[in-house]
């Protein structure tokens, strides 16, 4: 084993992996990045709840220790990165004769209304729960937001894109920052959208009004930790 420390990067989908991959593995060079990618919303499925999503995230960093050989001591935190899909915001979902829901920044289109709002309800305490939780089974567990999403975040766009245009996006954009992580710091920490203050101060910001459906992210505060 080496003397690197691991840095576990939960992710819903490989489209995430391949835009900020390569930016992680640079600025993290000294240290060990995993990704693991959930191909899904764990803050929302079917399967997590209250009771289960801390015990659920721990699954996960089991796994990627039993992959690897790595222990508990190996890692050094665990940064998980998730959508808020609007999920804090209350009265904002419409309905509409669709077959995907549709974001809008200051609404929900979907065709199964109470079916959305139950859960935004289940997904809003999830994530309080998570960003209040600083370790995972002694592991620095931090969980940041995009919101509405990633593509909204890094291409301010707010459409139904499908997996294949994800992926295309995701890598246009790994291409244009490799080399350059600096460049990408400074573009993740534009003030039109990356959110102010410490990392508890921009869930408080996000859980409010209709934020969670608006262009802001606290991803910046990956690579410049300024308090809780």
């Known amino acids: ?27 993290f060079s000294g240290d060990e ?4 990618v959930v191909y899904g919303d764990i ?7 209250l009771d289960n999503i801390v015990k659920r995230i721990n699954t996960l960093i089991d796994g990627v220790k039993q992959r690897y050989g790595y222990n508990v001591k ?6 998980h990165i998730a959508d808020t899909d609007g999920a804090f915001t209350k009265g904002k979902v419409v309905y509409a004769d669709i077959d995907h829901v549709q974001y809008y920044e200051n609404r929900i289109e979907a065709n199964n209304v109470d079916s959305i709002n139950r ?5 809003a305490e999830i994530l309080f729960k998570l960003y209040t939780t600083g370790k995972i089974n002694e592991i620095r567990y931090r969980i940041y937001f995009n919101s509405c999403n990633l593509e ?15 992926e295309e996006m995701a890598d246009e954009f790994a291409e244009c920052y490799e080399g350059k992580v600096e460049e990408f710091i400074e573009f993740i920490s534009d003030e039109a959208y990356a959110v102010p203050g410490t990392y508890k101060q921009t869930w408080r910001f996000i859980e409010k009004d209709d934020h969670s459906l608006k262009r802001h992210t606290n991803m910046h505060l990956i690579f410049n930790q300024i308090g809780e």
């Open 1 to 27: 084993m080496s003397e690197k420390k691991v840095i576990a990067v939960i992710v819903e989908g490989p489209s995430e992996e391949a835009a900020l991959g390569t930016i992680f593995k640079e600025y």
């Open 152 to 166: 909204h975040v890094l291409f301010n766009e707010q459409k139904d894109h499908s997996n294949d245009e994800k």
């Open 119 to 123: 859960r935004n309800d289940k997904k």
């Open 33 to 36: 990045i995993q990704f693991v």
């Open 43 to 49: 803050t929302a499925d079917d399967y997590s709840s």
């Open 74 to 79: 190996d890692f050094l935190q665990i940064i």
